[in-house]
């Protein structure tokens, strides 16, 4: 399902900018350009020999309603790679990510002024950090994801996989106050039967390959891998909201860059 945008501007000479056809948003927020720059050749684009600067920028809108369900598998999707749009591009976002290091990893942040409260009263969320490879950017968080309202972050790689930070108030599952554990939620097996089915689309049941419990800096995670999809999920608590940060590649994807998409999926940390 997708959402039709209109733009209009005001231009000199009495020329009028129109918005061009299909605009949809489809899985992913659009980079909406009235009278910009000619991408062919970087120029401004002039309207009656009088040059037009871009309108502007169409960023996220984040609409978060306590008592939602989750998310479901069809907010798990990806827009594609070709509207990958680099952190910082979109009107509102912050830029989280630091130069690479002398292994051209970087590390993405999630910075206190970035916008999403997910839900009213609720605390600001702890930030929480990750390495991705060079390669790796930011991808838009779609308006359209039906369901997918907890969703705070995607990353993509065109060579790599894709991934995505889901944020969701712990209230939904038990009262633990303002300081919630992972073990306060459950067991590993209770974490994954409960909330894998909501990732992948289906039972969980055999498709488990590993859960390992992990300590960093006083705080548990969970880590799970599942198969198939090939999904890589790392689930902890911090706050009043539970993280779980997921990584998912196709095939030969997953077979050729098992590694860093383990060592990412390792590197999840609230902070």
């Known amino acids: 399902m997708g959402t039709t945008l209109f733009a209009s501007c005001w231009v000199p000479t009495q020329s009028k900018c129109k918005p061009k056809p299909d605009m949809h948003v489809k899985k992913q927020s659009l980079l909406l350009r009235c009278c910009g720059e000619d991408e062919s050749t970087g120029n401004d684009v002039s309207v009656g020999g009088k040059p037009v600067k871009?309108?502007?920028?169409?960023?996220?809108?984040?609409?978060?309603?306590?008592?939602?369900?989750?998310?479901?598998?069809?907010?798990?999707?990806?827009?594609?790679?070709?509207?990958?749009?680099?952190?910082?591009?979109?009107?509102?976002?912050?830029p989280g990510l630091s130069e690479p290091d002398e292994n051209g990893w970087r590390t993405y942040q999630r910075p206190d002024e970035k916008s999403g409260g997910h839900g009213v009263g609720w605390s600001p969320i702890i930030p929480y950090k990750f390495k991705v490879p060079q390669d790796w950017d930011e991808v838009p968080v779609s308006i359209a994801d039906l369901g997918g309202t907890e969703i705070d972050l995607r990353f993509a790689s065109p060579q790599e996989g894709r991934l995505f930070v889901i944020v969701a108030p712990v209230l939904r599952f038990a009262d633990l106050g303002d300081d919630a554990k992972i073990e306060e939620i459950g067991p590993p097996e209770k974490v994954i039967n409960a909330f894998g089915p909501e990732v992948i689309g289906e039972n969980v049941e055999g498709k488990v390959l590993s859960m390992d419990v992990v300590q960093h800096s006083g705080r548990t995670y969970y880590q799970f891998e599942l198969e198939p999809p090939h999904v890589l999920i790392t689930a902890t608590a911090a706050g009043n909201r539970l993280y779980l940060f997921n990584i998912t590649a196709k095939g030969l994807q997953w077979k050729r860059h098992y590694k860093d998409l383990k060592q990412i999926a390792d590197s999840f940390r609230v902070v």
């Open 54 to 94: 871009p309108i502007g920028l169409l960023g996220r809108r984040s609409a978060i309603v306590l008592g939602l369900p989750l998310f479901s598998a069809a907010a798990l999707g990806f827009p594609g790679n070709g509207f990958a749009i680099k952190q910082g591009l979109l009107a509102g976002r912050i």
